[in-house]
Structures are given as structure tokens and as C-alpha cells.
């Protein structure tokens, strides 16, 4: 894990509403330089307003660099990747292969990071993917999700992790290594008093740095841990973690999907909740529309936003970034807009009605935990994760 650093500016951005206005404008404001690192990149009205904006900023001489990920890039490959190269957009795609059902290791690697760098001054970082916020199924409310807008000496972690990542790509893909500089450097004075720490999960020196930041937070938690994620399943330290949590007197709330939109992996997670109401650990699940938030707050101090969730898909195969914010006010600041979505949205479960639900339900998520624990061991991860 980086090291926290201090003088940063952070802005909190909710759902699409807010963070795609903020991008784009940003997009056209840049001069030099735009790194843009994404999982989904869909051929929508977002996704079409997002790519004008990067090719309108190469058209003007900006250097951009887009990089999505081949499984979740699908359709970008082959709708809207061939418009933004014709207007000098340089794009990569990250793992090609496309097999869903494929069990190899390699394959099931992704790129399920969101991030964006503008002219090594602006940064996002969070959980948003390039698709319009409305899903036909859940029309009335966007997804619930969250971006960060940056600036600060945090910058050169960002930049650094995202210039690394395409150089990499560029080495897989084209054989041969890239050492260009930045056109545009970060830009490391203090914007800000916010202290935060960027945070990655790769496959060489960052295997755990984003578990183990969790961790660190709830194993030093007093008060209350507060956690919205989409896909929660958590392997055995980290369910730990929240148990020992609770048991010494910390109030723990987990706020999760109620509108699944990958079915078994909601229903298996779904196998672990009488383990944790068992052990008086709350737990909401999100109606209004698809929960997509990878946050978490700890004593309204700490606090992370991310595209990492608590999976073993995240936490042990995806390249993931998330931000960690040491700061009462921001921290407060999120864990108000938590409140507020719970209260307007979330269900709370309870261990005794959650006993009398129909048989079929109780089989259906066992079954459903059982093929996910023998896909993660035929993966070959297991033991204490």
C-alpha cells in the first residue's frame, strides 16, 4: 500500500448525475494530456457523450489513452473503439479474451478498475463505469455508486499506476516496450488538507493492499463500521474481521444489493447473511435501484471509494484501485449519504424473519455458495480467503 499523504482536495460524486458531467467537462478543459482506464465502456447515450469528448480532445492535439478492459469491453470493441481511434484516440484493450465460462486463472484476471487522469492534475477514482446510470429494469433511480474528483499530491500515485498499466498493455500487445515520457507530469502542491492514500490490487506487489487496508481499519474500529457493496462475498478473514468487529462492541452495517444484477453470485451471498445476523451485525439491502458502491466508512474517520468490491474476484483476480481517506469531514460527508440511502431505500433483515423464508430460497442460495466456493477452488484460490 502507498503511503498516505496530505494536502489533497477530494470531492464526493454520486451516482452517474454527478460524476459524468464532472468527467466530461474535465475532458474538454484538458490541454496536454488524458489517461482513462475503464471496465465497461458501453455504446449508450452516456457512453456516446463520454468517447465525443475524448475524440473532440484529440482532435485539438490532446494526447488520450483509453484502456477498457476485453470481457467487459466487448461491445466497445467493436462499436466504438474504431470511431475513437479514426479521430486519434489511442486505444488498448486489456485481456482479449472474451471465454466467460473459462476457469483458467489467466483468463478470469480483468482490468475492474475506474480511472481517470487529466492533464496529471485531475483525477477520478470510484466504482462508475462508462454506461448510462438507468437500467431499463430499475428505470426510476439511478445506480447507486460512487466517484471521487481529485487533486493533490495523491496525483502522482494515481498517474504513476495508471502510465505503468499502459505501458504494460502496450508491451502484451504489441511486443515491444514504450518509454515515452508524460506530456504531462503530476502536479504534486498541496490543493487541499485532506490526507488519503491510493490503494491497488494487482498480481505481482499488491496482491492484498486492498483487503489488508480494510482490514486494518476494522481491526482498529471502536465505534462503527459502515460498508455498501455491490457483490459481497467475503472469504474467511474478512468475515472474521466483522464478527470480532461486533463481538467487542462495534455497531457493523452492511448495506448490499436488493435488485441483483448477476443473480447467483447475490444468492450466495445471500448463504452468509444468518451467519451474520447471527453474530448482530445489520444488514440492508438496497431496492430503489442496482447498489453498484464499493465504500466504506470507519468511525466517521476512515473511509475508502473504489472499484474493489469484497469478492473473492476482486480481492484475489481483478486489477482493482480504490481511494483511502483519512478525514472527520469527509468521512461524515459519506457516511450521511449512506444514511440517507438506507433510510430512503434499504431493508433491514432480521434474523427471525429471515428463518421463516420459503425452503426453495434457502436451497437455492446453498446451492448457490457452493458452486462459488468450487469455482474460486477450481480457480485455484482458497484457504484463508
Known amino acids: 500500500m502507498t503511503a498516505f499523504v496530505s494536502g489533497n482536495a477530494i470531492t464526493l460524486l454520486e451516482t452517474g448525475q454527478a460524476y459524468f458531467p464532472a468527467l466530461i467537462a474535465a475532458l474538454d478543459a484538458a490541454t496536454r494530456e488524458v489517461f482513462l482506464e475503464t471496465y465497461l465502456f458501453e455504446n449508450d447515450l452516456v457512453g456516446r457523450r463520454v468517447a465525443a469528448a475524448l475524440a473532440r480532445a484529440a482532435r485539438r492535439g490532446v494526447r488520450v489513452r483509453v484502456l477498457v478492459d476485453g470481457f467487459g469491453g466487448r461491445n466497445f470493441v467493436r462499436e466504438l473503439m474504431p470511431v475513437l481511434e479514426a479521430d486519434g484516440v489511442q486505444v488498448l484493450i486489456y485481456r482479449r479474451e472474451v471465454r466467460a465460462l473459462s476457469l483458467r486463472r489467466h483468463r478470469l484476471r480483468r482490468m475492474h478498475r475506474?480511472?481517470?487522469?487529466?492533464?496529471?492534475?485531475?483525477?477520478?477514482?470510484?466504482?462508475i463505469n462508462i454506461i448510462d446510470d438507468f437500467d431499463r429494469n430499475a428505470p426510476q433511480r439511478p445506480r447507486f455508486d460512487y466517484a471521487l474528483q481529485v487533486r493533490g499530491p495523491v496525483l502522482e500515485h494515481i498517474l504513476a499506476a495508471v502510465h505503468r498499466l499502459w505501458r504494460l498493455v502496450s508491451w502484451a500487445s504489441f511486443r515491444r516496450r514504450l518509454n515515452d515520457a508524460l506530456l504531462a507530469?503530476?502536479?504534486?502542491?498541496?490543493?487541499?488538507?485532506?490526507?488519503?492514500?491510493?490503494?491497488?490490487?494487482?498480481?505481482?506487489?499488491?496482491?492484498?493492499?486492498?483487503?489488508?487496508?480494510?482490514?486494518?481499519?476494522?481491526?482498529r474500529a471502536e465505534r462503527e463500521v459502515v460498508i455498501a457493496c455491490a457483490y459481497f462475498f467475503p472469504g474467511r478473514r474478512f468475515r472474521h474481521a466483522l464478527v470480532d468487529a461486533a463481538r467487542r462492541g462495534v455497531t457493523v452495517i452492511l448495506l448490499l444489493q436488493g435488485l441483483a444484477d448477476h443473480p447467483l453470485l447475490a444468492s450466495a451471498s445471500r448463504a452468509l447473511?444468518?451467519?451474520?445476523?447471527?453474530?448482530?451485525?445489520?444488514?440492508?439491502?438496497?431496492?430503489?435501484?442496482?447498489?453498484?458502491?464499493?465504500?466504506?466508512?470507519?468511525?466517521?474517520?476512515?473511509?475508502?471509494?473504489?472499484?474493489?468490491?469484497?469478492?473473492?474476484?476482486?480481492?484475489?483476480?481483478?486489477?482493482?484501485?480504490?481511494?483511502?481517506?483519512?478525514?472527520?469531514?469527509?468521512?461524515?460527508?459519506?457516511?450521511?449519504?449512506?444514511?440517507?440511502?438506507?433510510?430512503?431505500?434499504?431493508?433491514?433483515?432480521?434474523r427471525d424473519t429471515w428463518r421463516r423464508q420459503g425452503f426453495m430460497r434457502r436451497l437455492g442460495s446453498w446451492l448457490a455458495y457452493q458452486f462459488v466456493r468450487l469455482a474460486i477452488g477450481l480457480a485455484g484460490y482458497g484457504g484463508k480467503h
Open 114 to 127: 475506474k480511472l481517470v487522469v487529466v492533464d496529471g492534475e485531475l483525477a477520478f477514482v470510484g466504482g
Open 185 to 219: 507530469p503530476a502536479r504534486t502542491d498541496a490543493a487541499g488538507h485532506i490526507r488519503a492514500a491510493f490503494v491497488i490490487r494487482d498480481n505481482i506487489r499488491h496482491r492484498h493492499d486492498i483487503e489488508d487496508a480494510y482490514l486494518a481499519a476494522i481491526g
Open 273 to 350: 447473511y444468518p451467519y451474520f445476523l447471527a453474530q448482530g451485525i445489520r444488514l440492508f439491502e438496497y431496492h430503489q435501484s442496482y447498489l453498484h458502491a464499493k465504500v466504506a466508512v470507519v468511525d466517521e474517520y476512515w473511509a475508502t471509494v473504489g472499484s474493489s468490491n469484497i469478492d473473492p474476484f476482486s480481492l484475489l483476480l481483478a486489477r482493482e484501485a480504490n481511494l483511502v481517506i483519512e478525514d472527520r469531514g469527509f468521512a461524515c460527508e459519506l457516511r450521511m449519504r449512506l444514511a440517507r440511502a438506507i433510510d430512503e431505500g434499504g431493508r433491514e433483515l432480521h
